[in-house]
């Protein structure tokens, strides 16, 4: 079985200022079969390796118009641990680069001895 962290609070950060509740749900369900499967399994709709860094996968997700992006890498000395590190709602390919930038500046810190958090995977509350 996969576990998941994140450095800091950068899903759940995510999650609560830049994906409604259904974007979420999406996001959720991506989730799942990652940790259920595992990066290289969970199929190119939910997780892809990226070409622009190495080590580097996103996880994958869709509703409507929108397109989270969270990235993550596989912890060396855990590798059925992936630790999210990115996240951005993808508008165009161009917002790799810095995206990634990003990414592997956190891993370091993650690397160096910054602890990374458990994910709250909690679905968003819903106002009707």
């Known amino acids: 079985m996969w576990t998941a962290r994140q450095f800091r609070n950068v899903v759940n950060a995510f999650r609560d200022d830049d994906c409604d509740s259904e974007t979420w749900d999406e996001v959720l369900t991506a989730f799942a079969i990652l940790l259920e499967r595992g990066p290289s ?8 390796k990226l070409t622009q860094a190495k080590d580097f996968w ?3 997700a869709k509703h409507k118009n929108s397109q989270p992006r969270l990235l993550f890498y596989i912890a060396p000395k855990a590798p059925q641990q992936m630790n999210f590190v990115y996240c951005f709602m993808k508008k165009s390919d161009a917002m790799y680069k810095h995206a990634v930038e990003i990414a592997d500046k956190r891993r370091k810190q993650i690397e160096a001895g910054e602890e990374s958090n458990a994910i709250d995977p909690k679905p968003r509350s819903r106002v009707h």
Do not use: H, N, Q, T
């Not at 399994?41 to 892809?48: D, N």
């Open 58 to 60: 996103e996880l994958r």
């Open 41 to 48: 399994l969970a199929g190119p709709g939910i997780s892809k």
